[in-house]
């Protein structure tokens, strides 16, 4: 149990399908966040919530929509994906404001667009 | 700016040997280094952290690194090496307020 959990595990869509990526943490914390992660790549910062408030923007394509009703929760909407956008999608959650303060991660959801 | 490059895409050890991960960074302010594991499958699980206390990191299943702000550099080490440690390891900078990590791109063990 890692404290930050992801679903689906695994999610496989059309380019032309929409779905949702869901996130929830039982740490305490009020930062969250979602990473891409593709192979021979670095993990890419995608977005960052803070209180809820979105803060930061990591120039991801319209196509992607995160939504944060709460601290807890955190959703990734998809529509119009192209297969580039396969990949392990990961969320983390931290204590906000602290670049001190390390990120935990959940296991992600493995994407593939066909 | 930061960046994070870590310096060997894969490092082939035998069981009860050490282990030497590289990492080296670039920032502009002082840094909070991390190092990362990952499992087949699974997400990053924090192994340890460094925060501008002691340059010797303890961190978790027996690893440590050590902070050394003249070569700028945050290996990661283990005396003896499992079955068990097999995974993928990230090494992150932060210099910011914000707890946005920069990771380099990985070393497989």
């Known amino acids: 149990e890692t404290g930050v959990t992801q679903t689906p595990r695994h999610l496989v869509m059309g380019m032309t399908n929409k779905k949702s990526l869901k996130c929830e943490q039982h740490l305490g914390h009020n930062a969250m966040y979602w990473y891409k992660q593709s192979a021979k790549k670095p993990l890419e910062l995608m977005f960052v919530?803070?209180?809820?408030?979105?803060?930061e923007n990591n120039s991801v394509p319209s196509r992607f929509s995160p939504e944060c009703p709460n601290s807890s929760h955190l959703f990734l909407h998809l529509h119009t994906l192209q297969p580039e956008d396969s990949a392990l999608y990961l969320c983390?959650?931290?204590?906000?404001?602290?670049?001190?303060?390390?990120?935990?991660f959940g296991n992600g959801t493995r994407l593939t667009v066909t | 700016a930061q960046s994070v490059t870590q310096l060997d895409s894969h490092v082939s050890v035998s069981e009860g040997t050490p282990v030497l991960l590289r990492c080296n960074y670039s920032s502009s302010y002082s840094p909070s280094l991390f190092w990362y594991v990952q499992h087949p499958n699974k997400g990053l699980q924090l192994l340890l952290k460094y925060t501008s206390a002691a340059t010797l990191v303890k961190g978790i299943n027996g690893f440590e690194a050590e902070f050394k702000k003249s070569e700028t550099s945050f290996h990661l080490t283990k005396p003896s090496a499992h079955m068990s440690d097999a995974a993928e390891y990230f090494c992150?900078?932060?210099?910011?307020?914000?707890?946005?990590?920069?990771f380099g791109t990985g070393t497989r063990l």
């Open positions: 983390a959650s931290s204590h906000p404001g602290g670049g001190r303060s390390p990120l935990h």
């Open positions: 919530y803070n209180f809820k408030e979105q803060t």
């Open positions: 992150a900078v932060n210099t910011g307020t914000a707890s946005k990590l920069t």
